[in-house]
């Protein structure tokens, strides 16, 4: 069973950065993509970006231009880089895995990100 850990979230101010990383584990042959969604409070989930085992990235109209998905596929690790972040950034992060392109897909615990001032 794949096993998704997140880091880097936290408090940051408007027009700050970070950085998210997720290690995947527990899956002997590659994942097909893996990416970032958000939860924000009262919000449904919503995409960020992801990006396959090629490195076809795709993001949401919310990051492009400030954020920045990478990927190690040798380390099983996403990251994402987020610039110029602003308030409405704020929520819950969600490292996800797609094993294959028909599914199934993992989920981590999630790593809050909060913008203010």
């Known amino acids: 069973q794949v096993q998704l850990v997140e880091s880097g979230g936290g408090l940051v101010q408007p027009g700050g950065s970070l950085r998210l990383s997720c290690v995947a584990s527990?899956?002997?042959?590659?994942?097909?993509?893996m990416g970032w969604y958000r939860q924000a409070p009262g919000k449904q989930r919503e995409l960020v970006a992801t990006i396959t085992r090629g490195g076809t990235a795709n993001y949401a109209d919310c990051a492009k231009g400030r954020f920045t998905i990478s990927r190690d596929n040798a380390k099983n690790t996403v990251h994402l880089q987020m610039n110029s972040l602003k308030p409405e950034d704020t929520a819950v992060y969600y490292c996800n895995a797609r094993l294959t392109v028909w599914g199934p897909d993992a989920w981590g615990q999630g790593t809050q990100v909060t913008v203010s001032s």
């Open positions: 527990g899956r002997d042959s590659s994942i097909y993509a």
